[in-house]
């Protein structure tokens, strides 16, 4: 099975801890061992916001300030880089291209961002667009895609199950508008939906969680299906 996974920066590297890299590290290889081919891509989390907003206050036009997320969205994947022990190419990726000649030399590519205006949400779900890939798997802060956020809203209710189409009609509104929050952005439900991407969504702050969902189906996330899709996600691993 071919898999794109998607790891937050927050996620990833929240407080820069040595041993959270290395699970996350170890839970590639392990997707490897058991026969798949892995890409991944990372984002920028607190850190890249902190950035944004001090390079903000400095003056920086917007598409600077996506170029400063973009740096340290490669930062993190060269972090990720270290923990995996020889299995990637020595460098994050900054194109599909060199994504794809990665995993077909037997690699893991590992990306950051890409361009200004769009984020690693959607640069994952391009990723595994370009590379044909079997699933999708977004490991945030969250356990899957809410109907507001679970954050604030305490009344916030988990979807199990979604098309790629309800999950752009969902996103939407989440994404409009000052503080908006969604678990993954706008432009990425579309790709998901455009490329009938099997994607799962799920709480990636334990790494395990990760392996368990690609290998064996288990995640208490959500499910984002092709539409018409009748087969069990639980069965995608066999």
């Not at 290395?22 to 920028?44: F, P």
Request: a negative charge.
């Amino acid at each position: 099975m071919r898999v794109v996974i998607s790891i937050g920066g927050s996620v990833l590297a929240p407080d820069l801890d040595a041993d959270r890299v290395a699970g996350h590290g170890a839970a590639v290889e392990a997707l490897v061992e058991a026969g798949c081919e892995v890409g991944a891509v990372v984002g920028g989390g607190g850190v890249a916001r902190e950035y944004i907003g001090t390079a903000r206050r400095l003056g920086a036009n917007e598409v600077q300030l996506d170029q400063f997320g973009i740096d340290v969205t490669r930062i993190n994947a060269r972090l990720l880089i270290a923990a995996l022990d020889g299995l990637s190419a020595p460098s994050p990726a900054h194109d599909y291209e060199e994504a794809g000649e990665a995993l077909r030399r037997g690699d893991v590519p590992v990306m950051g961002g890409v361009m200004p205006g769009q984020t690693t949400d959607a640069v994952a779900a391009a990723l595994a667009e370009y590379v044909d890939a079997d699933l999708l798997v977004y490991a945030t802060s969250v356990d899957g895609v809410f109907n507001a956020d679970p954050d604030t809203d305490p009344e916030a209710e988990r979807h199990g199950r979604l098309t790629g189409a309800e999950l752009v009609d969902l996103i939407a509104p989440m994404s409009r508008g000052a503080g908006a929050s969604a678990p993954v952005d706008l432009l990425a439900a579309k790709l998901i939906e455009r490329s009938k991407m099997r994607t799962i969504v799920l709480d990636g702050t334990d790494p395990e969680r990760i392996e368990a969902a690609v290998l064996r189906g288990e995640h208490t996330g959500t499910d984002v299906v092709p539409e018409g899709c009748t087969e069990n996600p639980d069965g995608w691993s066999r």
